[in-house]
């Protein structure tokens, strides 16, 4: 009997301890993370990324209304470059002092319009080449006061045109090469006489 008791409680130790095991076994695999099939991903609306003297140096942001980008900041902290797209869906690049004035945009207007233009430090373009949604293209130089004095373009057919303009917008000077390869010169004085090369048939 005593052997029987003995050899009882023995195989009641080892159920109990089988069971323990499992059971501690089946904790650990609940606990273990799971590892996404695809990668892991980190999902936040704006990152920040500071240096060792808490400036910031780089901003990830998306904002309301389809608008995000990535803003790039100086040893200061100043935003000086930002990459983005709009709530229209346009993509630009920009480039700033570090007083926040934009010295220089690039932006693609409806999928098929991009434009490039260089600001004074007063906002005003000086420069500027786009090409518009029609296949026209047009470059512009301006004064100081951003309006475009000589404009070089060419129509949505590749006729190009050099056109110079005076302070208060009127047109002085225009040389052409229409779509059928015809040159054409115009030269308008301040009195309104005009001098028109190859001169029209009467």
Same mark, same amino acid.
């Given at each position: ?10 195989? @009641?130790? #080892? ?12 904790? #650990? ?8 099939? /695809? /990668?892991?991903?980190?999902?936040? +609306?704006?990152? &920040? *990324? @500071? ?7 780089? &901003?990830? +942001?998306?904002?309301? /209304?389809?608008?995000?980008?990535? %803003? ?18 346009? $993509? ?8 926040? %004035?934009?010295?220089?945009? *690039? ?16 906002? &005003? ?7 518009? $949604? ?9 004064? /100081?006061?951003? @309006? ?22 009127? +047109? @002085?000077?225009?040389?052409? #090469?229409? $779509? ?5 010169? #115009? ?6 006489? *005009?001098?028109?090369? $190859?001169?029209?048939?009467?």
């Amino acid at each position: 009997m005593e052997q029987l008791e003995r050899r009882y409680h023995r195989s @009641r130790l #080892v159920s109990f301890a089988a069971l323990g095991f499992g059971a501690l076994g089946l904790g #650990v695999a609940a606990w273990r993370p799971v590892e996404p099939a /695809g /990668g892991g991903e980190l999902v936040a +609306s704006r990152l &920040t *990324l @500071r240096d060792a003297r808490g400036l910031t140096r780089m &901003t990830l +942001s998306a904002q309301e /209304g389809g608008e995000g980008g990535l %803003v790039l900041h100086d040893a200061e902290g100043q935003p000086r470059a930002l990459l983005g797209v709009d709530s229209g869906g346009s $993509p630009r690049l920009r480039f700033a002092t570090a007083e926040g %004035v934009m010295l220089a945009e *690039l932006t693609v207007y409806a999928n098929e319009a991009p434009r490039l233009a260089l600001r004074q430090l007063g906002g &005003t373009d000086f420069f500027s080449v786009s090409l518009l $949604p029609d296949g026209s293209s047009r470059l512009e130089l301006a004064d /100081g006061s951003g @309006r475009p004095r000589a404009i070089l373009g060419a129509d949505a057919q590749g006729a190009p045109g050099l056109f110079l303009v005076d302070n208060k917008g009127g +047109s @002085r000077a225009s040389l052409r #090469v229409s $779509p059928g390869d015809e040159p054409s010169l #115009v030269l308008e004085g301040l009195a309104g006489t *005009l001098f028109r090369a $190859p001169v029209p048939v009467q």
